[in-house]
């Protein structure tokens, strides 16, 4: 495992329990990485246009970075060009935010064909206008091999855009494909049911449960990318139930577009499980439940949502009324809609 030294620049006047709450995911994130962390660096203020937390700050993990040797610098906050320029030029080391980590995570899990477009998609995605500032800042002969990405040009952004555009078609192919074969399941009436929900919500566990089947499961973050599907009997009635990637907070929106495919199989299910761990604190749980609606909104056709509450063995009977009592109110849990 690499190390790595993680940084959170926290926001004032939010609630403390929010800012550990994140950090936290971070670590996960983290390790999830397969890094090793060695230090932790947060500071309450409002972002600085140079290094996103102060010059002190980065000064102090600058010295960190002397003495620990990280092989990277985590930011939880999202960098922008001269942000990573001027970091990486303090620290000597490279440095990334939340979305790069989450997208080597992706990478490196990637095990199909359509999942690593979708990560180079992303990748791009995200690369596309931060090429324009690199352009920007190499005509003004600012350092043109920092981060070593080298004599950009101009066609560079024309070449990620031509990427972007060809890999999308492909992936719309796919789709069609994917489109056509759920009609055809459902014109043989079959019921198509998805698992949904907060990363390591305990999805995939619950999938093999129930198809009585092994997938991979572990208790970390993204350890489903790929849709898996199979075949399940409920009362005599055929059902085809697919274990989906999980969402994570503050997802960014071509993250969130790179995957459409993938997703689909939740967007377009007759019924989506929406899996809930209720052994984590109520305001968590409220957080990670919107998280997921926000991701569903405008995006789901006529699908059911019933919320199942996972890992419920981990809470005493009288704390799990408790808990489900504090979630049931409008947008979250219902009492028609609500399983454990």
Known sequence: ????????????????????RKFAELRELARAGNYNVVS??????????????GKGKAEEVAE??????????????????TQV????EMCKCEVIDKFQLILEIFA???????????????????????ARKIVSLLKMEERPGFMGLGGYED???????????????????GQRDSENLRGYRHSKGFSLLSLAGYTNAGKSTLFRSLVDENVEVENMLFTTLSPTTRYLNINGRWTLLTD???????????LVDAFRSTLEDVFRADIILLVVDISEPVDVIRKKLA?????FWERLEKATIISAINKADRLPWSCLCQVKACLLFPGFLRKESCTV
Request: with cysteine.
């Open 1 to 20: 495992m690499k190390d790595v030294i993680l940084v959170q620049r926290r926001i004032p006047r939010c609630s403390e329990s929010q800012n550990q």
């Open 40 to 53: 932790e660096v947060i500071q309450t203020r409002y972002p600085d246009r140079q290094y996103q937390i």
């Open 64 to 81: 960190l970075a002397l003495s620990q040797k990280p092989a990277k610098i985590i930011f939880y906050n999202p960098l922008s060009v």
């Open 85 to 88: 320029y001027n970091l990486s």
């Open 108 to 130: 490196s899990r990637a095990t199909t064909r359509r999942s690593r477009m979708q990560v180079e998609l992303a990748r791009l995605e995200y690369e596309l206008p931060r």
């Open 155 to 173: 066609s560079y952004e024309q070449d990620v855009k031509k990427r972007i555009s060809r890999i999308k078609k492909e992936l719309s192919t």
């Open 244 to 254: 989906t990637v999980g969402f994570i907070e503050d997802l960014p929106h071509f």
């Open 291 to 295: 998280v997921s609606h926000e991701i």
